[in-house]
């Protein structure tokens, strides 16, 4: 089932092994996905994600946490951007990036000129393109948790229509007929898939309470 972060990081400052394993395997493909979209290569990814850990791990990114000031996703965010930066930082393919020294021209420099922009928003307008990238990553990443949840407590015959129907928008009508079973046993199981994936969805509302999926409105 799904753990609160209050819960997971006070057993993770208690040195509890497993919550730390638990916290890579939720986080890491948070991590993968927005090193990408700054143009890391996976193994930079994996980096990036061992700086994360490191941190945590000393304590002092831990320390800083305080659920009553904001939101675990905010400080996270917040965790990952230094990170990131200061990796960014101090490597020569992206040495335009502003406290550097260094210059390139063509694709280089523009690459560098967005990941500039990304990382270091000129609050002109208000505007954040690195928080904006992720909580839009952060919101895919809980979906795919709860997806995840769901398919590890249904059986797979009744998973697989839900997602056939729900996450992959076919016809009700179509799967029926290719399954070979009534629309109406086609309804009944997306109704239980929904009503179990509500339930998971509304645990994670606890330390997420924006997070409510369209396709459960």
Sequence with gaps: MYTTKQSLLKRMQKCDEISWDEFYSIYWSLVLDIGRKLGMTEDDC???????MYDLFKGEALLHYDAA???FRTFFGVL????????LRDSARFSSI???DGAESGDAAETDGALSALLNP???NGSDPF???FDAEYRSCLLSMAVNELRNSIEPKTY???EMVVLQERSPKEVASNLGISRS????YCSRCRKALRKIVSEIRVDNPDFNPDFLT
Aim: glycine share 8%; proline share 3%; aromatic share 2%.
């Design 122 to 124: 000129s609050g002109d």
């Design 160 to 162: 697989a229509i839900f």
């Design 98 to 100: 502003p406290g550097t």
């Design 131 to 133: 928080q904006d990238l």
């Design 69 to 71: 000031r904001g939101k």
């Design 80 to 87: 990952v951007r230094h990170k990131a930066s200061d990796m």
């Design 46 to 52: 994996r980096d990036l994600m061992q700086e994360i």
């Design 185 to 188: 046993v086609i309804d009944v």
